[in-house]
């Protein structure tokens, strides 16, 4: 006897909260439903709510999401975020819908971008996957892809749509902008070492007073700008050390903005030394340059211009690396990470933490870290004020993603530990409240007592960790394949 068993029912569509443009929330919650049932071939709905937003106008869709002129909707957390209603009726509304909706429902296969984004594209105009996918192109492609969608400049994206779409219809692929012939050819070759240009921005309220470059005192004319080229020194005494590339200064009113263009891997050294230091086990820099190169592939646009800061919010640089950690730079192995999930911390304090736990997204289980003898950061205890804890409250709102560590205030929240540290950080410095892996007492004034372990987020590498394992004896991979469990891997 055969026992037949129907397939679970998919599950019914459950309305957005729909925010901005009331007027047209009636024919935007009929096309989310019909997008809704055409996708579903595509991969479960998540479960929990979820939000769309119409947004009032092209400037501040672009500004919140930070997405390109070209893209009609952008997901961020659980909302999805779209242009002004008279932007979308002139356009394929329900194209845009299909293929923001199949975004969601390819969260949790862990796909790399490019492959996600080619389904999403043919799920424009096909209720269904196609029976077989063309074949895969070569791993130097697959890579440009993943950069121009992960934020390139306007004609790589351009090329990475036009590119996808020819590979989807098995037309002939158009070749990347600025590359025709035989140069094309090698680029495919090479592109995996390709050394693509990085450039770092010192805003000018880090750098005043005088500035000396090569021996030449600049005079400070608002406005003026300076190119150099080469290596860069600076006077005595200033905060940036060496540099060798594309250096640009330019005076303006609170002091100099200092913009560096280098190599991919002289960014990666010089974060790496940054971030470890020149006295740091060689093994630890080989194990956070593989970190920062795979961080490097998802994470290119982290400022307006697609271009990174010397400060924690993207990987400290104070200059440019010593010839060592170059060498280990060079040396990193290739991590098969998901580039969205390529993080370190300063310490975990034996205590790491997983990046549901944090951001309410990714994976669920966290990677090793073990106590290490001598962390200063092992454990720590903080005292926030009442009116400091009333602070927190305006700037955080209240809510939790599955998964995501919350505490609550009072009476009220829950609110996201991940944000009410950034948030005391911004007003009050960043050791005020010094990393997620925290418990909170309120007291009978109305402060508030912070007991926890770790500097910074506690997800990913833990650079105390990979210091105390490599003294050790421990290989870069090994430290590695501690930190990273395999579901944070490459699909």
Known sequence: MILLVAPAPAPPFTPPVIEGDGANQGPLEDSLRAAFMSTAGYGPWPSGPWRVR??????????????????????????????????????????????????????EARLRRWAEEARCLWAEGHAKPPRAWPAAPPAGVQARLDRALAGGATRE?????????????????????????????????????????????????????????????????????????????????????????????????????????????????????????????????????????????????????????????????????????????????????????????????????????????GPAVAGKAPEVPGDRWMTWERRLDASQVAALKRDVAIGLRPGQLGMKLGASGPYAVE??????????????WPSDACEAEMLADGSLRLTGRGWGHNVGLCLSTARFRAAQGAAAEQILAEAFPPSWRTP
């Open 157 to 361: 994206q351009a090329w990475a749509y036009r590119w996808l779409r020819a590979w989807l219809r098995g037309d002939p692929l158009p070749q990347p902008p600025g590359r025709t012939g035989a140069a094309a050819e090698r680029w495919i070759q090479e592109a995996p070492i390709l050394a693509e240009m990085v450039t770092v921005v010192w805003p000018s309220e880090r750098l005043r007073g005088p500035m000396v470059v090569n021996g030449h005192r600049l005079s400070h004319r608002l406005g003026r700008t300076w190119r150099f080229h080469g290596t860069i020194r600076f006077q005595a005494g200033f905060p940036v050390a060496p540099l060798r590339g594309t250096v640009q200064v330019r005076a303006e009113r609170h002091g100099w903005r200092l913009a560096w263009t280098t190599s991919r891997i002289a960014w990666v050294a010089a974060a790496t030394e940054g971030e470890l230091g020149t006295d740091s086990p060689f093994e630890a820099r080989r194990a956070l340059a593989a970190v920062l190169e795979r961080w490097l592939d998802g994470h290119s646009r982290q400022h307006p211009g697609g271009v990174l800061c010397p400060l924690t919010h993207c990987a400290v640089v104070r200059g440019g690396a010593s010839p060592g950690t170059t060498q280990a730079a060079k040396a990193a192995p290739v991590l098969d990470l998901d580039s969205r999930w390529a993080f370190f911390t300063g310490s975990a304090g034996g205590h790491p933490l997983s990046p549901r736990e944090v951001w309410g997204d």
């Open 54 to 107: 119409v947004h009032a106008d092209a400037a501040a869709f672009e500004r919140d999401t930070g997405a390109p002129t070209g893209r009609s909707g952008q997901w961020l957390g659980d909302t999805l975020h779209l242009r002004p209603w008279d932007q979308l009726r002139r356009r394929d509304l329900g194209a845009i819908l299909r293929h923001e909706l199949t975004h969601r429902r390819l969260r």
């Open 419 to 432: 944000a009410l540290r950034l948030a005391a950080g911004r007003r009050y410095g960043w050791t005020t």
